[in-house]
């Protein structure tokens, strides 16, 4: 979901000057090398944080305000009202976790405030200090663009910070979920089941779990061109 290659003449050949066969290494990890990467970021990872991010702040708020947000609290009409069925089909967004005071589900949701600053911040940086390649007065909010320098390299670090939160945050969901013996969704029909609570899920799983791997190889892309190829044996001796 997020592409890792740069803009045209990304990487341009070094210099004769600096071939010389007894300086190999200063011309493989030229300063000009290194700063000529860039993150680019994908439409897909766009428009999936276009809109997942309101529907995180939507969950967190509801789970943050129980009782208030739950039905027949007076903060439940009409920003909440679908979760009088939600609760119904997963008891951990219902009376259940209140009652038996039982943390999880406000634990779980307050780590949604850092993870969506993050990622507020990645579109931020991509919206801020991007260059649109192909020119334009005013590009459109889908237009190529490209980050570069140090406001790029930290977009792909945010990025990757944040999807790892994502996807360890759900996966915890959905294990602990496991190792209770389903005690909150074990009730349902497959097919709410499948509906209210594998498919939403599982969005969540496998968008981050994408970003987190093209986030990451993008990262290492970066710290690759920086530290050049290997060193020969002599080189290696020399640094012993």
């Excluded at 997020?2 to 990890?29: I, L, Q, W, Y």
């Excluded at 300063?31 to 000529?36: A, L, R």
């Excluded at 599982?202 to 050049?228: C, D, K």
């Amino acid at each position: 979901m997020v592409s890792t290659h740069g803009p045209p003449k990304e990487f341009p050949e070094p210099d004769d000057s600096t071939s010389n066969p007894a300086t190999p290494r200063k011309a493989s990890c030229s300063s000009k090398s290194v700063s000529n990467w860039t993150h680019i970021p994908a439409n897909p990872t766009l428009v999936w944080l276009l809109i997942s991010i309101p529907l995180v702040i939507w969950d967190t708020a509801y789970v943050l305000l129980r009782p208030l947000s739950m039905p027949g609290g007076s903060l439940h009409w009409p920003i909440w009202v679908p979760y009088e069925i939600y609760m119904r089909t997963d008891y951990v967004y219902g009376w259940k976790p209140i009652n038996e005071k039982n943390g999880f589900t406000s634990a779980q949701g307050s780590m949604n405030v850092p993870e969506t600053l993050l990622y507020a911040s990645y579109l931020y940086l991509v919206y801020t200090q991007s260059k649109v390649t192909g020119g334009g007065a005013k590009p459109g909010f889908f237009a190529h663009r490209y980050v570069d320098g140090w406001p790029g390299a930290m977009a792909a670090v945010i990025g990757f910070a944040a999807a790892i939160m994502t996807f360890s945050k759900t996966l915890l969901y959905g294990l602990n979920e496991a190792f209770s013996g389903w005690s909150n969704v074990g009730h349902n029909e497959w097919i709410n089941l499948l509906c209210f609570w594998i498919i939403p899920n599982g969005a969540w799983l496998v968008s981050s779990a994408l970003m987190s791997i093209a986030f990451g190889s993008e990262i290492l892309r970066a710290m690759s061109l920086a530290a050049g190829p290997p060193l020969s044996e002599e080189e290696s001796e020399k640094k012993l």
